[in-house]
Each structure stands twice: as structure tokens, then as C-alpha cells.
Nanobody
Framework: VQLQASGGGLVQAGASLRLSCSAS????????MGWFRQAPGKEREYVGS????????SIATSVSGRFSISRDNSKNTVYLQMDSLKPEDTARYYC?????????????????????WGQGTQVTVSS
């Protein structure tokens, strides 16, 4: 599985961005897709995930109400819509795929590791 994230950039606080992640592979509709972010000097942080059909999502408390995830299985693409961006949202954003452990959304954990990762796209929010 190859993942390619795009859509990052430099924006002002309060702006919106939509990140996209394109995936290779015919089994995309059977992957739980996740978004993570990592700021310099900080650990990687779970942002959210979406189930196979797109009917269920999990969003981290830190971005709840501002970020949302969707997917288009016909395009092998998952999206991260980010609204009301804040300077603390500045990070490199990564999409990931979990190809095992069934159709369960949520952060990674024992038996629920995300096993494929893209290269990330940088999001910088200025104040």
C-alpha cells in the first residue's frame, strides 16, 4: 500500500485546509484510514480515523469540532477537513492505513496498529 498526502500549506489562524491522501491498491475500501500529526520536538499525535464505508469516524478531542474526516472509495482517497485552524495545529500531517484488525475506528493500540504510512504534508498556521 502506498499513500500520498497532499494539500498542506501556510495559512493564517482561522483559515481552513483540506488534506487529501491517495492510496494505491484495490483493497482501499477494506482499510481503516487514519490521520496523524507530528510537530517538531513532539510525539506523533492521533488526529482521527474513518471506517471502511465512511459511515463512522473517530476524532481526537484536541481537534473535535474543527476537523472532520471523509473518504471516497471510488477515488481511493481519504480527506481531512480542517477548519478554524490554530497555530498549535502546525505540524506535519500523515495519513495511514490499517489493513488488519477489522472495521474499527480509533487510535492505535495493541492489535490495532496502523501498518502503512505516507510521507506527510506540512501544515503551518500563522498567528
Amino acid at each position: 500500500v502506498q499513500l500520498q498526502a497532499s494539500g498542506g500549506g501556510l495559512v493564517q489562524a482561522g483559515a481552513s485546509l483540506r488534506l487529501s491522501c491517495s492510496a494505491s491498491g484495490r483493497a482501499f475500501s477494506n482499510y481503516v484510514m487514519g490521520w496523524f500529526r507530528q510537530a517538531p520536538g513532539k510525539e506523533r499525535e492521533y488526529v482521527g480515523s474513518i471506517n471502511w464505508s465512511g459511515t463512522s469516524t473517530s476524532i481526537a478531542t484536541s481537534v473535535s469540532g474543527r476537523f472532520s474526516i471523509s473518504r471516497d472509495n471510488s477515488k481511493n482517497t481519504v480527506y481531512l477537513q480542517m477548519d478554524s485552524l490554530k497555530p498549535e495545529d502546525t505540524a506535519r500531517y500523515y495519513c495511514s492505513a490499517r489493513t488488519v484488525s477489522g472495521d474499527v475506528v480509533g487510535p492505535p493500540g495493541p492489535g490495532y496498529e496502523y501498518d502503512y504510512w505516507g510521507q506527510g504534508t506540512q501544515v503551518t498556521v500563522s498567528s
